[in-house]
């Protein structure tokens, strides 16, 4: 056994049989997911230089201290670079992305984008070797006007928090702490 491996392990069929048909689906499913997420990891290593440019301003949440991810699949689409939070979808198009099948095609998937939430930035690979500067602020101004619009996962602590200040000019913790903590119930 290697470390950091688990063994698989073999679960008996679900109740009600389970049949064949019902495990097909989930492991054409599991094939799908497992053939998305190895295209994905090879556009990753494949990445172009308009993209790789990108990538370093991007990476290590350098905007808004919100993380980026690239080559990252999002239902049946891979986007070059998306943030959850944010819900923003950073596309940088080359050339292959003129054709009339691919702007049907990038309007369907922006489409699908849209309905799930997302907002899609298009960029050209020009204008990210060129202009970098200008596609970093235009990135900056849709992350901020993203993270305003979505509300945060966690809302702060009903009450309010942090240093928040009464009439006197008391701290709320300085009161919390001279109560002592709530008596405990049995």
Known sequence: MTWGLRPRRHLPPPPGGGGDAQSAAGEDCADKITQATTRARKLRRAETASEHKLWQHLRRKQIHDVRFRRQFTLGPYIVDFVCLRAKLVIEVDGFSHTTIEQIDYDEKRTRWLNREGYQVLRFWNLDVLTNLDRVIERIDIETLA???????????????????????????????????PPPINR
């Open 146 to 180: 993203r993270l305003k619009e979505i509300p945060p996962k966690f809302p702060p602590p009903l009450g309010g928090g942090g240093a928040a200040r009464s009439d006197a000019g008391e701290d709320r913790g300085d009161e919390l702490r001279r109560r002592g």
